[in-house]
């Protein structure tokens, strides 16, 4: 009987724990542990808090080449009603990091400057286990499906 409540307890608490860990793809607001940190990357600690939108809010996405950078990017752009959360969350939260997560991994950090109205985004990943080429063909099939 022991066995079968301690099973039952781990059996709850192992869904629990990783209802709570796995993340909806998209962009989250992210805080570094180190409160006197001003800088932030994907190797630092930190903590990923409220969700800004999913995956679900984007329309297309693109493999672009930088004019400015000499790596390529993703750029995602959202729907109309995408958009619109887009320019609220970035007006609400200027200034804050944000994280792009896909399959439950960082892919990027980057800062909030302004409020971008513009409708898209555009980066590259961060992580080392994730090339951005990769990430896009993964990517691609999912936005292409949602419609």
């Known amino acids: ?21 796995e993340k909806e793809s998209g962009w989250y607001l992210v805080k570094a542990k180190d409160a006197t940190s001003k800088y932030l990357d994907i190797t630092d600690d930190y903590s990923i808090e409220d969700n800004l ?22 750029q995602l752009n959202f729907t109309e009603e995408g958009k619109q959360i887009w320019e609220e969350q970035t007006d609400k939260f200027s200034g804050e990091k944000v994280c792009f997560i896909f399959e439950n991994q960082v892919v990027a950090i980057v800062t909030i400057t302004v409020k971008i109205s513009s409708g898209s985004v555009s980066f590259s990943s961060e992580n080392p286990k994730i090339n951005t080429e990769e990430l896009y063909n993964k990517l691609k099939p999912i936005v292409e499906n949602q419609k």
């Open 1 to 21: 009987m022991k066995n079968c409540v301690f099973l039952l307890l781990l059996m709850i608490s192992t869904t629990i724990f990783s209802q709570e860990s």
């Open 53 to 74: 939108i999913t995956i679900k809010h984007v329309e297309s996405i693109q493999l672009i080449a930088s004019e400015t950078r000499p790596f390529k990017q993703i």
